[in-house]
């Protein structure tokens, strides 16, 4: 169960309209190492997951939902006020014809989002050096993004996605080595 509180998780400002670096956020809203895969994987992998860490795949799951509606924000503010020319010279000429404004789960390329960027092995561990590994090709790809404008407000909102996902990284590795421990105490039945 989920409560929805009516704002963004941090505030998204842009300063202009700029549909080059929408084509290129959209990586994040469909792509395989988006916050929608994240989001649905770690959700997916949480009742194969011992007890002991299935919050934590809860919660990481559940803020990538606020993730993916700050990419698809920064989207909607960089593409609103384009013209049908700017929205090709950027790529976005296709999207548009097919989807006006509405976004669409796909990455830059434009190939849309498949259910098999999404791993879950049913093995603990497995799923979880997934999800790390998940988390730092996010980590690098907002850093790709941050280095491709000079859009300060992006940036921003950017630097605070990317230190989020360093931030899951780091709770995924801990939740490795208390599995880990778990499996190497002595059971007693």
Known sequence: MWIYEKKLQYPVRVSKCDPRMAKYLIEQYGGADGELSAALRYLNQRYTIPSKVVGLL???????????????????????????????AAGLGAHFVNHDSALFY?????????????????????????????????????????????????????????????????????????????REQKKVY
């Open 106 to 182: 796909n990455n830059a390329a434009g190939n849309p989002w498949t259910a098999t960027y999404i791993q879950a092995k049913g093995d603990p561990l497995a799923d979880l050096y997934e999800d790390i590994a998940a988390e730092e090709k996010a980590r690098a790809t907002y850093q790709w993004l941050i280095d491709y404008t000079d859009d300060v407000d992006i940036q921003d909102a950017l630097k605070f996605l990317r230190e989020r996902e360093i931030v899951h990284s780091l709770r995924f590795k801990e939740a490795v080595e208390i599995l880990k421990a778990d």
């Open 58 to 88: 809860n919660d990481i799951g559940t803020e990538e939902f606020a993730h993916l509606e700050m990419i698809a924000t920064m989207v909607y503010k960089l593409t609103k006020d384009a013209t049908p020319e700017q929205l090709e």
